[in-house]
């Protein structure tokens, strides 16, 4: 009993050892290969044609590009931090459609793509709106007219009715 106890503690330390062993050289190869961009953040994410947006990204130490159909290609800048991370600002083109855009970075020959990474929404159409006439017209005057004398009917009802309660 005591000898099962041993080797299964002894095939349990063997199995944590294999993987930390196999884990271990992925994660030097990793490192060893330089950044990777990673983790896109756009703000605001949801933008109108002209404004400005604020693109992020991890793993972009030396700086880059970022491209978009909504804007031109813009320069990443890089700032100190953890995570070796990029930031720039692009203008969104006044041409824009409404709809979600891609954005892809380029940083050192690596690029990343983040589908549908902001949503460009469309101008309100201006105009009359139906204001076409100036001041009310006869059947705003007419409804107007008919709901003041329902409150005034309305009104005076209630005063008598409340007056000859207090006879009784």
Known sequence: MRTTRVLAATAVSAAAAAALGLAAPAAVARDGMGANPSNIVVLPAVIARGGQLTVTVDGCPAGGTMTSAAFPQTNLTPIN????????????????????????????????TRPAAFTVIGGVRGGLGGSTSTGATPTDVAIGGGLVAAAVVGGGLFWMRRRAERRI
Do not use: F, H, K
């Open 81 to 112: 931090g953890a995570n070796q991370t990029a930031r720039g600002t692009a203008v969104v083109n006044q041409n824009a459609r409404p709809g979600a855009y891609d954005i892809t970075v380029n940083c050192s020959g690596r690029t990343l």
